[in-house]
């Protein structure tokens, strides 16, 4: 039993997700930027030359703090990219949406980029300032999952993580 606890404590890194996220307001919107590392393993890479459509969801909102009650959500967005493996064309497709509106649509050759696509966000436009108090503090919390799952039920690691970045709005 000990040495499969060790293997498992030993085998975390390389499963080790991390999610950044960066808040900016500029000209009447919260712009939100945020990365996924780590979610992109060798088995997920795996699973997605397999052709396996894999999509990774990111679920934002926008919170106030509430000092001795459940923090409020103010506004919440949900941003998607899929990516499918063409074995034939060897090309990848990658699908972004917003809300389950679609976005962009790529079909690249580069796996480096398919995954940058994936997993990496710039000064997204997702929420408007107008629903803000000045001088308030708030936060945005993200959390990311990817579906399908590629872990193994023994390993707590991979399936899902979370962030959130605090700022105070001063127009």
């Keep these: 039993?000990?040495?499969?606890?060790?293997?498992?404590?030993?085998?975390?890194p390389a499963y080790a997700q991390s999610l950044r996220v960066r808040p900016l307001v500029r000209e009447g919107e919260v712009l939100v930027s945020f990365a996924l590392d780590g979610m992109f393993t060798d088995a997920m890479r795996e699973q997605v030359q397999s052709g396996l459509k894999t999509t990774f969801t990111y679920?934002?909102?926008?919170?106030?703090?509430?000092?001795?009650?459940?923090d409020r959500t103010i506004a919440s967005a949900i941003v998607s990219a899929s990516v499918e493996y063409d074995n034939l064309t060897r090309r990848t497709?990658?699908?972004?949406?917003?809300?389950?509106?679609?976005?962009?649509?790529?079909?690249i050759e580069d796996p480096e980029i398919a995954r940058q696509l994936a997993t990496s966000f710039e000064r997204l436009p997702l929420f408007k300032t107008r629903l803000l108090e000045v001088n308030r503090e708030y936060y945005l919390l993200v959390r990311a999952e990817a579906r399908p799952q590629n872990r193994s039920a023994l390993l707590p690691f991979g399936g899902s993580t979370s962030a959130l970045a605090k700022f105070t709005f001063l127009p």
């Design 93 to 107: 497709t990658v699908t972004q949406t917003l809300d389950g509106r679609m976005g962009e649509t790529r079909v």
């Design 59 to 70: 679920t934002v909102e926008l919170k106030q703090k509430a000092p001795a009650w459940v």
């Design 1 to 12: 039993m000990i040495p499969l606890v060790l293997s498992l404590i030993m085998a975390a």
